[in-house]
């Protein structure tokens, strides 16, 4: 993953050197693709990166202040030393500017969301033994996006998921490894670090400025 992100950064790089950003109307129809790392913290009374992993996404922004971002992410961690934990992130979110430039230097937002996920805890131990859980998330936090050129940025955000339903948890029973599923419906959660690198492709909407 770390060379597909060199490899990204370089390519995309000599595109934006190359070529401006021509917008066609506002900024609303602005495409973007993108690669991204993550850290997590994966249990919301711990705090500690219990969590890392990679993924992509694209965004289509409707306005100048507003733009919508379609993610996935994939995440290994683990719990106490006793079992591996890997999680399955796919959704979206709202993008809310504090300016409505193109593309200045520095530009902040706030954004929420929501995504379905997947978890599958296996133990180190016995990998035979395993759960797996299914259920849905929100998030919410802020943003900052590092305008390298009108095309490509260098963005970094940070968020809280929180996980609507059951959550997956490890412990040791008569010297074994146990897996379970907590009991009830809760809200469980992590603090999502992401740091990605977003390349404006094309701007889809034919819109004409208004004299």
Same mark, same amino acid.
């Given at each position: 993953?770390?060379y597909?992100l060199?490899?990204f950064l370089l390519?995309?790089?000599?595109?934006?050197? *190359?070529?401006?950003?021509?917008l066609?109307?506002?900024?609303g129809g602005?495409f973007?693709?993108g690669v991204?790392?993550?850290?997590?913290v994966?249990?919301?009374?711990k705090?500690?990166i219990?969590?890392?992993? !990679?993924g992509?996404?694209c965004r289509l922004?409707?306005?100048n202040?507003?733009n919508?971002? #379609?993610? *996935?992410?994939y995440?290994?961690?683990?719990i106490s030393?006793? *079992?591996n934990r890997?999680? !399955? +992130?796919?959704? #979206?979110s709202?993008?809310?500017?504090?300016?409505?430039?193109?593309?200045p230097?520095?530009?902040? !937002?706030?954004?929420?969301?929501h995504?379905?996920d997947? &978890?599958?805890?296996v133990?180190n131990?016995d990998?035979s033994?395993?759960i &797996?859980?299914?259920?849905s998330a929100?998030? *919410?936090?802020?943003?900052i996006?590092?305008?390298l050129s009108?095309?490509m940025d260098?963005?970094?955000?940070?968020?809280?998921m929180? +996980?609507?339903?059951?959550?997956?948890h490890?412990h040791?029973?008569?010297?074994?490894?146990m897996?379970?599923?907590?009991k009830?419906t809760g809200?469980?959660g992590h603090?999502?670090l992401?740091?990605g690198?977003n !390349?404006k492709i094309?701007?889809? #909407? +034919?819109?004409?400025?208004?004299k």
């Amino acid at each position: 993953m770390r060379y597909f992100l060199i490899i990204f950064l370089l390519f995309f790089s000599l595109l934006s050197s *190359a070529q401006g950003l021509k917008l066609k109307g506002n900024q609303g129809g602005l495409f973007s693709l993108g690669v991204r790392s993550s850290v997590s913290v994966f249990d919301h009374d711990k705090f500690g990166i219990n969590g890392v992993g !990679y993924g992509g996404q694209c965004r289509l922004q409707l306005a100048n202040r507003l733009n919508t971002e #379609w993610f *996935a992410d994939y995440m290994r961690g683990n719990i106490s030393g006793l *079992a591996n934990r890997t999680d !399955y +992130h796919v959704g #979206w979110s709202v993008m809310y500017y504090f300016t409505d430039k193109t593309a200045p230097v520095v530009k902040p !937002y706030i954004v929420a969301g929501h995504c379905f996920d997947k &978890t599958v805890l296996v133990d180190n131990s016995d990998r035979s033994n395993r759960i &797996t859980k299914n259920s849905s998330a929100i998030q *919410a936090g802020a943003g900052i996006h590092f305008n390298l050129s009108e095309r490509m940025d260098i963005t970094f955000l940070a968020q809280y998921m929180f +996980h609507l339903g059951q959550d997956v948890h490890a412990h040791i029973e008569n010297d074994m490894v146990m897996l379970h599923k907590k009991k009830g419906t809760g809200i469980e959660g992590h603090l999502l670090l992401n740091i990605g690198i977003n !390349y404006k492709i094309a701007d889809l #909407w +034919h819109n004409k400025k208004k004299k």
